[in-house]
């Protein structure tokens, strides 16, 4: 039955999915997120937040971000940490800043994978990262204080 698959793709999301493509492994994804942390620490207003944060070593964090997307892309399970309280501890950064994150992810990733390929990590970032913007920056407005209406 060949309708079968299709019927699949639509009952389950395909960002729930694995990535199986040639070339994307945790090889190219370490690739990936070391190139982009690089660009973050080069960069003029997310280097400095980030610097404030780890000092030292860098290696555990670009291990963890590793995991991160492997869980992310190829759901290997190698993350189980929670990443909305690690960025709500960060006081000085801005919505505007998630722009800037945004920007250096997606020429990274369109620097390293096919077009596709690329896309799907960048729909994911962007998806995280409004989740987080929303745990970090969203407050009640007035109506919804007083109770509705
Ligand atoms: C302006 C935007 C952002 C800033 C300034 C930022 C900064 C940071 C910092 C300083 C840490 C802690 C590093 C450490 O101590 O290990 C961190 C952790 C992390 N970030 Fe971000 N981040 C941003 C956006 C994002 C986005 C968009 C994602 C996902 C797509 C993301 C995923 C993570 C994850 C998974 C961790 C590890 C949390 C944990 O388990 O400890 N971040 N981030």
């Known amino acids: 039955m060949t309708s079968k698959p299709v019927l699949l793709d639509r009952v389950r ?17 370490g690739a990936l997120v070391r190139k982009f ?12 937040i980030f610097a404030g944060e780890i000092v030292g070593d860098w290696e555990p964090h670009l291990e963890k971000m590793t995991d991160f997307w492997c869980s992310v892309i190829l759901k290997s399970g190698d993350y189980n940490g929670r ?21 250096l992810f997606r020429e990274t990733a369109a620097e390293l994978f096919a077009p596709e390929t690329a896309a799907v990590f960048v729909e994911r970032a962007e998806r995280i990262a409004a989740s987080l913007k929303l745990a970090m920056f969203f407050r009640p407005g007035p109506a919804a204080a007083a109770g509705g209406a």
């Open 37 to 48: 942390y690089s660009r973050v620490r080069k960069d003029e207003r997310l280097g400095p």
């Open 83 to 103: 990443p909305a309280p690690a960025h709500l501890k960060l006081k000085d950064v801005t919505e505007a800043d998630f722009e800037i994150w945004l920007a």
């Open 13 to 29: 999301p395909a960002a729930e999915q694995p990535l199986l493509r040639p070339g994307v492994d945790r090889t190219s994804i």
